[in-house]
């Protein structure tokens, strides 16, 4: 299957299910060392949950040694790269270390891709992934995107609940319902040679971690409680470009934007609002997606985000199932809104700095918010453009209307309120 | 030391040496660990060669604590962070596998940057890099970039020469003159935390690995010699735009390419000519910069490559070196050019791939090379644009007259034939 038609497959919404398996990726094969050094769980938003460190005890690992493919092969070497074709078995080991050479392809080249996913302990004692086919369907077209190996992501949403289900009971345990851990699998090019083309060896790797909530505003350090996001938007650093890698979750997106992250937060925003183009389009939100309530000249109200068409953005999960619950929930008559709520029309398509502006001088902005695994559903306080700061309403409290339905919605899909086809249960012993 | 200003420093042309130290990078520092397992030196054009992977016995390693940077630091953390603030001492320990936590930065978010160089054994015995003052600078523009920490590169410098008084002797033979060693020097985000933001920890390490000689067109594994590149232009792939980071030798830059040039290989071509904007501007091939002479129609003579000032080409050093050279040998009346050649005029601006092809209808073109450390210089000799290719011309035989001679001049430099600045010794015992 080329990268191209897996690529459609994945961006049309074509059910993950229904792609052909294309390695030997076999959950079936799985093989697992438990650990004899158990580890610590750190206590509900302590330190230790806020460093981002703390795995959990196992690890899943995957290496493969892919197709040959370095341009400029000795004979010798040639075999045993064709020999160790296509994916090994799946291991469940201990957590620890890596062992990495020096002239690893993921060192040098950033020939790595990943997923950020959760796994909630709901209040019905299930543990539950959501829409988890979306990610492993979305880490397939990362890896193409960078000369990483396919595989059926189908055997991968086998693999994580196997992972879960050694690691979650002490993890997330039962006693504790409304908890989650942050799950990141990662494909890494591996390897010896230092060549510069698609790596000969390949990891891939699923690590499970305890991870703050994000989306309230409450910052542990500081004991302040700061609800919204204030975003500076970047007019001078682009994040992705047309015939690039924008929408693909692939490392080259993230280091490089560290550089005007960095700098906002020191003029005091928390996140960079991503501009694109000279009449500065709208993209997305640190790693996050966008999305703008506003009322529109004709009076209509209308959530408005950035499309996927020139592949820019990340097609995000969160941001997929915004729209899909917007689309169903905010319509006209829909037992979910509010009676005193207006309904909403939902638009996906370029927009521009030029149109907020103009929203926000005519007071026509009702929210904003961004949506993403790592901060959920989280308001939008204020947008910095141009060296103007505007404030951005949030119903008077910590949260908008449409923000916060949305967000209690998709709570209550993630932690078994509601069944759900999205809340994937994780079957435990 | 701001970014900016670092950057405009180092792209300005200002010498390195006048960089102050920014973090306590000290060479003097060095310590050394000695192999106790020697390894072996592959034999010249061996497949262990072709393999780039048979590094050298020798690691240099510096691993370093960063100032805090996480955004959502516990205060437990961010004690042991800012205690380990700064470079620590470098060590010189024997080769082998690097330990990476499965949650460090490198693996995730491309915090990561690297150079190409070589060290060559001179025709006089001699021990010699090529401009190492340029390749640590640009090393601490790269860092930067992606928000790794500045260090002063004259410490670099002498840590490198360290690094091959150890290791030089025996893998660059006095016995095989006109022979080379790839070296790697990389820095990298460490760590431990998965937080989206400047990593904490940074390792920088330098390894050295025989390397084939690219530009000659030979292969072993077919045994065939084909001069000259055959390079795809690329009208979909986007390889760097303005606002983000082509300048700079990041891992970023990398990985996302190699499914053009997988592609182009397939179809027959060596590298990717990349293009950028709907005017389709010619920027560089593959991992090297891209030059053309061609005729003007006012009927001069031209040396023509694209310009640094939007910052979407990298900056290369063999670059520099061409325009320099070029500048001072190919003007009329220069001792250096044969009598019955045309002097040149040396251009760098924004040139298109109409130009081209309506230099080539009209038969102007001369020559076109690439250059770059991997494949020095090496002639073009076809361009595929718009499923159509053209030749071009190569002098009759394996280079034409300005590739050959500058190769020569340089090779001269680097191999001891002459003393230039530009050729700087490395003193062994």
Redesign the interface.
């Known amino acids: 299957m080329s ?1 191209e038609t897996l690529d459609h497959l994945t961006h049309s919404g074509i059910e993950a299910q229904k792609i052909p398996a294309m390695q030997d990726l076999d959950a079936s094969k799985l093989a697992i060392e438990l650990t004899k050094s158990p580890r610590k769980v750190p206590e509900l938003n ?3 949950v ?4 703390e ?1 959990t005890d196992h ?1 899943l690992e995957l290496a493969s040694k892919n197709k040959l ?10 075999v045993t790269w064709l020999e160790g074709k296509g994916w090994g078995t799946p291991k469940i080991v201990p ?1 620890g ?7 690893a ?8 891709c ?1 997923e950020g996913m959760k796994i909630y302990r709901g209040y019905d004692g299930k543990l539950r992934l959501f829409r988890p086919d979306r990610n492993c369907a979305r880490l397939v077209t990362s890896s ?4 990483l190996p396919i595989f059926n992501p189908v055997e991968l949403e086998k693999l994580l609940k196997a992972l879960m289900k050694i690691d979650g009971a002490k993890w997330l345990p039962k006693s504790e319902p409304g908890n989650f851990l ?1 799950l ?1 699998p ?1 494909v ?2 591996n ?8 790596p000969p060896e390949v990891l891939l ?1 699923v ?1 499970a ?1 305890p991870w ?1 909530d ?1 989306s309230t505003g409450w ?3 500081t004991d302040k409680k700061a609800p919204g996001l204030k975003l500076l938007a970047s007019k ?3 994040r992705a ?5 924008g929408y693909a979750k ?7 934007s ?2 005007a ?2 700098e906002g ?1 020191k003029k005091g925003y928390d996140q960079i609002l991503w501009l694109f183009g000279p009449d500065y389009q709208v993209t997305e939100a ?2 996050s997606n966008f999305f703008i309530i506003w009322t529109t000249k004709e009076g209509k109200m209308q959530l408005i985000t950035a499309p996927l068409d020139d592949k820019i953005i990340l097609d995000g999960v969160t941001r997929r199932s915004v729209l899909e619950l917007a689309h169903e929930r905010f319509i006209v008559g829909s037992e979910y809104l509010d009676s005193n709520i207006k309904p909403l029309e939902v638009v996906e398509r370029t927009f521009t700095m030029a149109e907020v502006v103009e929203a926000k001088n005519e007071n026509r902005i009702v929210e904003a918010f961004v949506s993403g695994t ?1 901060y959920f559903i989280t308001p939008v306080s204020a947008i910095n453009f141009q060296e103007e700061e505007f404030s951005i309403p949030m119903g008077g409290g910590e949260t908008g209307y449409f923000a916060g339905a949305l967000k209690k919605w998709l709570m209550d899909i993630k932690y078994g309120n509601v069944d759900h086809p999205w809340g994937v249960i994780v079957e435990e012993d």
Chains 1, 2 share one sequence.
């Not at 493919?69 to 040639?78: H, Q």
């Not at 270390?97 to 002239?103: A, N």
């Not at 390897?191 to 698609?198: I, M, R, T």
Request: hydrophobic share 40%.
């Open positions: 990268v302590s330190a230790g806020w460093s981002c460190k795995c690890t493919s370095f341009a400029y092969p000795s004979s010798v070497l040639t957590y270390p890596l062992t990495i050479m020096p002239t392809s993921c060192l040098h080249y950033a020939t790595q990943f193409a995107r960078v000369s942050y990141r990662a890494i090019g390897g010896e040679q230092l060549g510069v083309s698609a790797f690590i971690v703050p994000l910052n542990p350090s001078n650093d682009t470009w047309p015939g690039g890698f692939v490392g080259a997106n993230y280091g490089p560290f550089v992250s960095t937060r640190g790693a790592a």
